[in-house]
Nanobody, 124 residues
Framework: QVQLVESGGGLVQAGGSLTLSCVAS????????MAWFRQAPGKEREFVAI????????WYGGSVKGRFTISRDNAKNTEYLQMTNLEPEDTAAYYC?????????????????WGQGTQVTVSS
């Protein structure tokens, strides 16, 4: 049974930091590219970041570049999203996703497995 479980969301003031985690099980984690997406109320799910299965390469959506860092630990079946200098516009539910295929700017339709999401709220 495939599971992706996110954690680490919460309420933070603008300029603050949070680190999200996503623990995977039920599929060969080290062979999948891993991504983060986010979705604000009334908006479409938006690509945030992706890391290759090996962890050797990363790509970011334009609005988070330079502020967010994606990483993974294949020994722990876990991916991370370090978020710094958070802005109110970053408020959203954040979802981790596993992709067997790859794109530097993936769409939600490319994701094979989703987590349930974790809420991040940034106050001004």
């Amino acid at each position: 049974q495939v599971q992706l479980v996110e954690s680490g969301g919460g309420l933070v003031q603008a300029g603050g930091s949070l680190t999200l985690s996503c623990v995977a099980s039920g599929f060969p984690f080290s062979t999948y590219n891993m991504a983060w997406f986010r979705q604000a109320p009334g908006k479409e799910r938006e690509f945030v970041a992706i890391i290759t299965y090996s962890g050797h390469a990363t790509w970011y959506g334009g609005s988070v570049k330079g502020r967010f860092t994606i990483s993974r630990d294949n020994a722990k079946n876990t991916e991370y999203l370090q978020m710094t200098n958070l802005e109110p516009e970053d408020t959203a539910a954040y979802y981790c996703g596993a992709l067997f295929g790859f794109s530097a700017n993936p769409t939600p339709e490319m994701v094979d497995h989703w987590g349930q999401g974790t809420q991040v709220t940034v106050s001004s």
